[in-house]
């Protein structure tokens, strides 16, 4: 997915890595026929079958929101996630030829949350365009209206959760290392590609935790209302970061565990 218009370095870093994942979620999965190959098309959401997804292996789709255009598709994006969802729909179209390879809408969700990779990467993919589109609001709005959704730039050091704040954020640092401590003590290590800080939107209780840059990084912000949405719209995809949750918390039993030997010897 491209935006249209100006867009700033960290997305088009994000839109790159989002390019690349469907392949992944399809990857072992056979297609359900023949590639579909269509000229210049108005309206092409019309054409396609309802209970398949596409893969998008050559040409651009365009969408309009209300007739006006949002963004476009191109090779490698997947095509359909959104058929069936309430208004606003996406009015799609192509000005050049296209090839589409069709999957079975059934079987590449079973496919995905068949492994547990998979059903991260889907995650990651959902997450990251709803930043994208997010951060495109964002930039649209006179300043005076603006909030701080969809990328943050932060230094090393710099804090991005406090300990017994409250939860109005989920991230996902895109690019670079973070820390996190609880009562100033060293718990775990947040990589690139971590989704943090949900488990306390999910609970509604208050930061366990604080996480501290240790390198310049690029984070993702999602909103909390936005993030519950999107994980009670698909509960897999909630099951999936309530497992990966659950190993975050195991490593952190440990490191607690640890660190009270070290403190009593005896």
């Known amino acids: 997915m491209y935006l249209l218009g100006e867009q700033p370095a960290y997305a088009d870093a994000l839109i790159n890595r989002l390019q690349s994942i469907p392949v992944q979620l399809l990857d072992g999965l056979s297609p359900c026929g023949p590639v579909l190959e269509f000229g210049p098309t108005e309206q092409l959401s019309s054409v396609l079958?309802?209970?398949?997804?596409?893969?998008?292996?050559?040409?651009?789709?365009?969408?309009?929101?209300?007739?006006?255009?949002l963004f476009y598709l191109h090779e490698g994006d997947l095509v359909g996630l959104r058929r069936g969802i309430a208004p606003p729909q996406w009015h799609l179209y192509c000005?050049?030829?296209?090839?589409?390879?069709?999957?079975?809408?059934?079987?590449?969700?079973?496919?995905?949350?068949a492994d547990e990779q998979r059903s991260e990467l889907l995650v990651q993919y959902l997450i990251g365009q709803?930043?994208?589109?997010?951060?495109?609001?964002?930039?649209?709005?006179?300043?005076?209206l603006r909030s701080n959704n969809g990328f943050k730039r932060v230094e090393a050091g710099e804090l991005l959760i406090a300990q017994g704040?409250?939860?109005?954020?989920?991230?996902?640092?895109?690019?670079?290392?973070?820390?996190?401590?609880?009562?100033?003590?060293?718990v775990g290590d947040v990589p690139k590609d971590e989704i943090f800080g949900a488990m306390a939107v999910f609970t509604g209780e208050k930061r366990s935790a604080s996480v501290i840059a240790s390198e310049p990084s690029t984070v993702m912000l999602i909103?909390?209302?936005q993030f519950l949405s999107l994980t009670q719209s698909n509960p897999r995809i909630a099951?999936?970061?309530?497992?990966s949750m659950a190993r975050r918390i195991d490593l952190l039993n440990k490191e607690v565990t640890r660190l009270m030997t070290l403190s009593n010897p005896g």
Do not use: M
């Open 130 to 144: 709803t930043a994208l589109l997010c951060d495109a609001i964002a930039r649209l709005k006179p300043p005076e």
């Open 95 to 113: 000005d050049t030829p296209l090839q589409l390879t069709p999957y079975l809408r059934t079987d590449v969700f079973q496919h995905i949350h």
């Open 223 to 225: 909103p909390k209302d």
């Open 239 to 243: 099951h999936s970061l309530i497992e």
């Open 165 to 186: 704040d409250e939860a109005d954020h989920v991230f996902v640092i895109l690019e670079g290392h973070a820390q996190a401590f609880v009562d100033g003590h060293k």
């Open 49 to 69: 079958p309802d209970n398949q997804l596409f893969l998008l292996e050559s040409g651009v789709i365009q969408a309009r929101v209300e007739e006006r255009p």
